[in-house]
């Protein structure tokens, strides 16, 4: 059984950074394909960044140049880099895990960008 657990979030000031972790717990990470999401009230989730077990990255457009996702898989991570962040950008963020017919998501981790 997969479990995911994220951590990094906070309360941050448009134009500063964050960084956030997924930290993976079960077998085969290196299968799934690994991607953050965000969510905001009365929204459906939608994919912010996704890295394939070839290594293929994906960003939504709205964050490119600004985040970088990365996997660590000795250490079954999955680190999001948030740069230049801006008040659009809050919102829950979920880690997700994706292979075959499976699919797991972590509780979320809130990021809230205010001045």
């Known amino acids: 059984q997969v479990q995911l657990v994220e951590s990094g979030g906070g309360l941050v000031q448009p134009g500063e950074s964050l960084r956030l972790t997924c930290s993976f717990s079960?077998?085969?990470?290196?299968?799934?394909?690994m991607g953050w999401y965000r969510q905001t009230p009365g929204q459906e989730r939608e994919l912010v960044a996704a890295?394939?077990?070839?290594?293929?990255?994906k960003y939504a457009d709205s964050v490119l140049g600004r985040f970088t996702i990365s996997r660590d898989i000795s250490e079954r991570t999955v680190l999001l880099q948030m740069t230049n962040l801006q008040p659009d950008d809050t919102g829950v963020y979920y880690c997700?895990?994706?292979?075959?017919?499976?699919?797991?998501w972590g509780q979320g981790t809130q990021v809230t960008v205010s001045s």
């Open positions: 890295v394939t077990r070839f290594d293929t990255i």
């Open positions: 079960g077998d085969a990470f290196w299968l799934y394909e």
């Open positions: 997700n895990a994706d292979f075959s017919s499976e699919s797991y």
